[in-house]
């Protein structure tokens, strides 16, 4: 069964790679799958929109947990994508509940920041502020956000890895697992189509940083089926994406109107990854300028 949760992840993963990086993401794999994950003693959880605090951290009724370190360098809301989190753990709870325990673990540049990021979210769920690192430091992750949340069994052995907000395809492994489905299924193949997009980038130039602003990216459907888009994920809070959801007909176009709202003053580069059923999803949309 690791084996073959192994082998799905690595696909997955190919799917969504450039050549180049496939033998970095096969030795990570190889390295970390089975491998048992090691807590501190003691880890004392809050919840900080109740102001409640969990003394002693316990999940001997769960059969899974998921874990996901996040240190909070750099844009809060990009690093934690609360909003997205705080949906898939109250369907977990919808759906199996007492059996997945979701151990949320930051390492914050600003505590204070991050609470007030937390209350704001109204992320009523507990988290693990881990101000001296030390789970990281116990098992040295590697420093990028895809590879530093992990499904673990009873026995905390990583059986699958990678972010599942930011990656559906890894929503969908992390699902099947828990529910006990064949986990092949989630990786079966797709008939894929062929985009072609109007533009990739989008300079915003200089603007107030109080005011939002928009762009717009079209994308064709230069294929013979017709184009899914199954999500559009972006790399901040800040970012907000519209777009039909619709099955985009060959020789048709589907516009991604982009709003971007700074929330302080900063020179921007934010990404935005659309997962479909095209050739060479996903693919990275870009917008840029400077907020003043």
Request: aromatic fraction near 10%; glycine fraction near 4%.
């Amino acid at each position: 069964m690791t084996r073959l949760v192994t082998l799905i992840f690595i696909a997955i993963l190919l799917l969504s790679c450039k050549e180049s990086e496939q033998d970095r993401i096969i030795r990570f794999v190889n390295e970390w799958n089975g491998k048992i994950i090691q807590f501190p003693d003691s880890i004392c959880l809050t919840s900080y929109t109740s102001d409640t605090v969990m003394t002693k951290y316990t999940r001997e009724q769960s059969s899974y947990t998921i874990l996901n370190y996040v240190d909070t360098i750099g844009c809060v809301s990009c690093r934690l994508q609360l909003p997205r989190w705080k949906v898939m753990m109250e369907e977990l709870d919808s759906l199996y509940p007492n059996k997945v325990n979701c151990l949320m673990v930051f390492n914050p540049k600003g505590k204070r920041k991050l609470i007030k990021h937390l209350r704001n979210n109204q992320f009523n769920y507990f988290v693990y502020i881990d101000e001296k690192d030390t789970l990281n430091k116990m098992n040295d992750f590697l420093n990028e956000e895809n590879f530093t949340t992990f499904l673990l069994d009873k026995k905390d052995k990583i059986i699958a890895i990678g972010n599942p907000v930011l990656k559906p395809k890894i929503r969908d492994l992390y699902f099947d697992i828990i529910s006990g489905k064949t986990v092949a299924s989630s990786v079966d193949k797709v008939a894929l189509t062929v985009v072609s997009l109007s533009k990739d980038k989008v300079d915003l130039g200089d603007f107030s940083w109080n005011k939002e602003r928009e762009a717009e990216f079209v994308v064709s459907n230069v294929g013979k089926l017709p184009l899914v888009i199954n999500d559009v994920i972006t790399s901040c809070g800040c970012t907000k994406v519209d777009y039909t959801k619709k099955p985009v007909l060959p020789g048709e176009n589907v516009i991604l109107k982009i709003k971007y709202k700074a929330e302080q003053p900063e020179h921007f580069n934010k990404t935005i990854t659309v997962y479909c059923n095209a050739e060479n999803a996903p693919f990275k949309l870009n917008i840029s300028g400077n907020a003043k």
